[in-house]
């Protein structure tokens, strides 16, 4: 194994953004229609709870994913909090998902008093694997009266959350089948793979819900934003009454019906959504482009390897990923990378090393740890392709 020259990484990264001094992570791109619908929601003055450019968004998102509901919300940490709830999730029951995540999918189960349970990820995927799923849930689950219980905690396994990371997607059909064999719902964190492919169908339309994300770092943008996404009629009514207060509709009368959320998309937001989506199909070649010249240009630099996608997957490529062959040297590559101006990051702090999700109930965590000291994301802008 040849070992890995520093210089030659930095040069290498420098070389495909083809831009001088300080590059960011992830830049959001404008050059659409933003302008003329932002100008066009101030002057209509609805730029809050009511407008047309909510259920015009939502629109666009059922065609381009193919779901047949979508159900805008205020960000995609909210949007993945009340579609657990619609599934089913409730206080105190277990929800398992990757430990190699972004805080947001654990919160989002906590805050509705709900427990996470981390399980191993794979190599390929990068997401939640369907060997430790199935090998966790034959070592600690247990089909009591219609639902799976932790032997250990006694708690309900009450939902899976697979989260497709950095954009790439998860080994569906592999948890589909290990879900569907407990009879446990599987609601997806898409929020990373607006865009991306399995075999053909977009992520986020496998599970009974999903959630997406539209915040600045992602690859469209509301400002802040997200949506849930389901093709059931019922629960996709049921998302929309329970992001919107709850409210009866009436012309006048003040009526809620149960606890409800204000979590609705701000018609504003929504309006840079649209000139946004308008946009995702280039963004999408560009960010491919982008991947496939950082895999050409690592192909002779020994001792980090450029994450590619699986066969059967097409993935939005949101970030870029290196994978340090020598742990031991990442840290010395993300500060060389970082003094060049070059904003390269390490992964998410696994969550069970978080101080709040410390006592989780979790399975071995091999891979995710081991990939925890080797990922690193290189700026992936589409405007660099
Ligand atoms: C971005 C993100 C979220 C949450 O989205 P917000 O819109 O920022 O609330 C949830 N999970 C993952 C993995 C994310 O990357």
Same mark, same amino acid.
């Given at each position: 194994?040849?070992?890995?020259?520093?210089?030659?990484?930095?040069?290498?990264?420098?070389?495909?953004?083809? %831009?001088?001094?300080?590059?960011?992570?992830? $830049?959001?791109?404008?050059?659409?229609? $933003?302008?003329?619908? !932002?100008?066009?929601?101030?002057?209509?003055?609805?730029?809050?709870?009511?407008?047309?450019?909510?259920?015009?968004?939502?629109?666009?998102? %059922?065609?381009?994913?193919?779901?047949?509901?979508?159900?805008?919300?205020?960000?995609?940490?909210?949007?993945?909090?009340?579609?657990?709830?619609?599934?089913?999730?409730?206080?105190?029951?277990?929800?398992?998902? *990757?430990?190699?995540?972004?805080?947001?999918?654990?919160?989002? =189960?906590?805050?509705?008093?709900?427990? /996470?349970?981390?399980?191993?990820?794979?190599?390929?995927?990068?997401?939640?694997?369907?060997?430790? !799923?199935?090998?966790?849930?034959?070592?600690?689950?247990?089909?009591?009266?219609?639902?799976?219980?932790?032997?250990?905690?006694?708690?309900?396994?009450?939902?899976?959350?697979?989260?497709?990371?950095?954009?790439? *997607?998860?080994?569906?059909?592999?948890?589909?089948?290990?879900? =569907?064999?407990?009879?446990? @719902?599987?609601?997806?964190?898409?929020?990373?793979?607006?865009?991306?492919?399995?075999?053909?169908?977009?992520?986020?339309?496998?599970?009974?819900?999903?959630?997406?994300?539209?915040?600045?770092?992602?690859?469209?943008?509301?400002?802040?934003?997200?949506?849930?996404?389901?093709?059931?009629?019922?629960?996709?009514?049921?998302?929309?009454?329970?992001?919107?207060?709850?409210?009866? @509709?009436?012309?006048?009368?003040?009526?809620?019906?149960?606890?409800?959320?204000?979590?609705?998309?701000?018609?504003?937001?929504?309006?840079?959504?649209? =000139?946004?989506?308008? %946009?995702?199909?280039?963004?999408?070649? %560009?960010?491919?482009? !982008?991947?496939?010249?950082?895999?050409?240009?690592?192909?002779?630099?020994?001792?980090?390897?450029?994450?590619? $996608?699986?066969?059967?997957?097409?993935?939005?490529?949101?970030?870029?990923?290196?994978?340090?062959?020598? /742990?031991?040297?990442?840290?010395?590559?993300?500060?060389?990378?970082?003094?060049?101006?070059?904003?390269?990051?390490?992964?998410?702090?696994?969550?069970?090393?978080? *101080?709040?999700?410390?006592?989780? @109930?979790?399975?071995?965590?091999?891979?995710?740890?081991?990939?925890?000291?080797?990922?690193?994301?290189?700026?992936?802008?589409?405007?660099?392709?």
């Amino acid at each position: 194994m040849r070992s890995l020259d520093i210089g030659k990484v930095v040069a290498a990264v420098r070389d495909v953004v083809g %831009q001088e001094g300080v590059v960011a992570l992830h $830049e959001p791109q404008f050059s659409g229609n $933003e302008k003329s619908y !932002l100008t066009d929601c101030i002057e209509s003055t609805f730029v809050s709870t009511v407008g047309v450019y909510v259920s015009k968004f939502e629109m666009m998102l %059922q065609q381009v994913t193919g779901s047949k509901h979508a159900i805008a919300c205020v960000n995609g940490t909210a949007a993945l909090q009340v579609a657990l709830q619609i599934a089913g999730v409730r206080s105190s029951d277990e929800v398992i998902m *990757p430990a190699l995540t972004f805080v947001a999918t654990a919160n989002s =189960a906590s805050f509705i008093g709900a427990v /996470p349970h981390f399980v191993d990820s794979e190599r390929k995927t990068l997401g939640i694997g369907s060997k430790a !799923l199935s090998e966790r849930l034959a070592a600690i689950g247990e089909r009591a009266n219609g639902s799976v219980r932790n032997r250990e905690t006694g708690a309900r396994i009450a939902a899976i959350i697979p989260m497709h990371t950095f954009g790439h *997607p998860v080994d569906v059909e592999g948890i589909e089948s290990v879900a =569907a064999d407990w009879r446990i @719902p599987v609601v997806e964190d898409a929020t990373e793979a607006l865009g991306s492919l399995y075999h053909n169908r977009h992520v986020g339309t496998f599970g009974l819900l999903s959630a997406l994300s539209f915040n600045g770092n992602k690859i469209i943008t509301t400002g802040g934003g997200g949506a849930i996404l389901t093709d059931d009629d019922e629960l996709a009514a049921r998302a929309k009454h329970l992001t919107t207060t709850a409210k009866a @509709p009436h012309r006048w009368a003040f009526i809620h019906d149960e606890v409800g959320y204000n979590f609705r998309l701000p018609n504003i937001n929504a309006a840079l959504g649209c =000139a946004q989506l308008e %946009q995702l199909d280039r963004f999408i070649e %560009q960010k491919r482009r !982008l991947a496939e010249r950082y895999r050409r240009a690592f192909e002779t630099v020994a001792g980090v390897a450029v994450f590619v $996608e699986q066969a059967g997957a097409r993935s939005n490529y949101w970030l870029n990923t290196l994978i340090v062959e020598d /742990p031991e040297r990442r840290d010395e590559l993300l500060a060389a990378l970082n003094n060049d101006g070059l904003m390269a990051r390490p992964v998410w702090t696994l969550m069970h090393r978080l *101080p709040m999700y410390h006592d989780c @109930p979790r399975g071995p965590l091999d891979v995710a740890e081991d990939l925890e000291r080797r990922i690193v994301n290189l700026p992936s802008s589409a405007k660099f392709a």
